[in-house]
């Protein structure tokens, strides 16, 4: 546990190629030896969206020039490396099976542990890595495919306390620039425009606002955007931004509120958190940053939010997930199969402490009053 751990980290569920070496040396924050990521923007942005087979050949044909990169800029070799840890999911399988497999072949020649890593667990414990964040934390995990609130209690202990019920936030961020005729990916893109726009010109939804529970919905908001531009069309530069800055607005102020119910849901269920968290993709948006930093404020907590770099997908996430894992035993087979689908709450720690004492204590009671003679008899 004391003794300092280096991992090699590879990302490839969508479309970054990354890989990264961190040495953790305890709880945290780590150290990142380094961090290289190729987005494949350029192959995907023709078609507004990222295409699944194109993203899988272009891990194949780019993987091991990054993790060759990796190296070197840490100065490692595989041998010195404690263990090797990959992405398993969930995202796009194509990708996942060509990070996984490499992990699994460096792991097999360099005889170090291979390390199956969710891709979800590694955004939720990446301020482990940057700020040492004692559990327990509330993360609020924003990224293309996933909207969460999640109450963070330990490794591999994950309890959803909220979740969109249709499209994540960084998905409507996407659908919302592709139909205001904006680059892909589309939340740097709209977020740029509606710094310069009026919010409000333009009145639009703040769908889920004041429920009691924590979930989030926002196709509404993003159809909303749509019959707006239609309306206006053809679109003016001003028009764009506006409807940009209108959207976002919108955004924050759900954001906000979706965030203050959950926490109150986590203070009930699990006591005060350590910290407010903030991870993925969408993390990286300024406004909503300082809309999670006014939210934590008023709850008595803290922001903790990656820099933008650390928020979006990259191998040192999936490195660190890793080297936690490692130092509690978590390590996998070279039969560790990669997922589509792997939601957090399916991830598992280490085995629950048992109060061993007690229960023996109970158990032996249990038994001896049953072969206790009576004291009459
Ligand atoms: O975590 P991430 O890099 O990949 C996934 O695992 O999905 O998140 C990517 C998502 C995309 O939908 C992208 O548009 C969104 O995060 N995103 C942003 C910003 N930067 C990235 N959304 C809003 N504002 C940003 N600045
Ligand atoms: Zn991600």
Redo the contacts with the bound molecule.
């Keep these: 546990m004391g003794s300092a751990m280096v991992v090699l980290g590879i990302e490839t569920?969508?479309d970054?190629t990354a890989a990264a070496v961190v040495e953790r040396l305890g709880a945290g924050p780590g150290r990142i030896l380094s961090n290289v990521v190729l987005s494949q923007i350029a192959e995907h942005a023709a078609f507004g969206g990222v295409v699944p087979e194109i993203a899988a050949r272009a891990h194949v044909e780019a993987l091991d020039l990054i993790i060759a990169q990796a190296m070197k800029e840490a100065g490692r070799s595989f041998a010195s490396l404690d263990g090797i840890a990959a992405a398993a999911g969930p995202?796009l399988i194509g990708g996942v099976i060509v990070g996984l497999t490499t992990a699994k072949a460096i792991a097999l020649v360099s005889e170090k542990p291979l390390i199956a890593v969710n891709?979800l667990e590694a955004?939720a414990l990446t301020a482990r890595l940057t700020d040492g964040t004692p559990f327990p934390y509330c993360l609020f995990l924003?990224?293309?495919?996933?909207t969460q609130i999640v109450a963070v209690l330990g490794v591999g202990n994950y309890v959803r306390l909220g979740t969109t019920v249709d499209d994540?936030?960084?998905?409507a961020?996407?659908k919302v620039?592709k139909l205001l005729g904006l680059a892909y990916?589309?939340?740097?893109e709209?977020?740029k425009q509606a710094f310069d726009g009026d919010a409000t010109r333009v009145t639009l939804p703040r769908p889920m606002l004041g429920r009691p529970h924590a979930d989030f919905s926002l196709s509404g908001l993003k159809t909303a955007v749509r019959l707006e531009a239609e309306r206006r069309a053809p679109l003016s530069d001003a028009d764009v931004r506006d409807l940009c800055a209108a959207f976002q607005q919108s955004v924050v102020e759900v954001v906000a509120d979706r965030l203050r119910a959950g926490l109150k849901i986590f203070r009930k269920q699990h006591g005060k958190p350590t910290a407010l968290v903030a991870a993925?993709?969408?993390a990286?948006?300024?406004a909503?940053r300082k809309a999670l930093q006014q939210v934590a404020f008023e709850a008595g907590t803290v922001l903790v939010a990656p820099p933008?770099e650390l928020?979006?997908?990259n191998g040192a996430m999936i490195a660190w997930a890793g080297a936690e894992r490692l130092a509690l035993g978590l390590t996998d087979t070279l039969a560790a199969l990669p997922h589509a689908r792997w939601p957090l709450a399916e991830v598992t720690g280490p085995p629950l402490p048992v109060v061993a004492d007690i229960s023996i204590i109970d158990m032996l009671n249990a038994g001896l009053s049953k072969i206790a003679p009576a004291k009459d008899g």
């Design positions: 569920t969508c970054e995202g891709h955004h924003a990224s293309g495919g996933h994540a936030i960084g998905e961020y996407d620039a990916p589309g939340g740097p709209v977020e993925g993709g969408v990286a948006n300024d909503i933008p928020c979006t997908d």
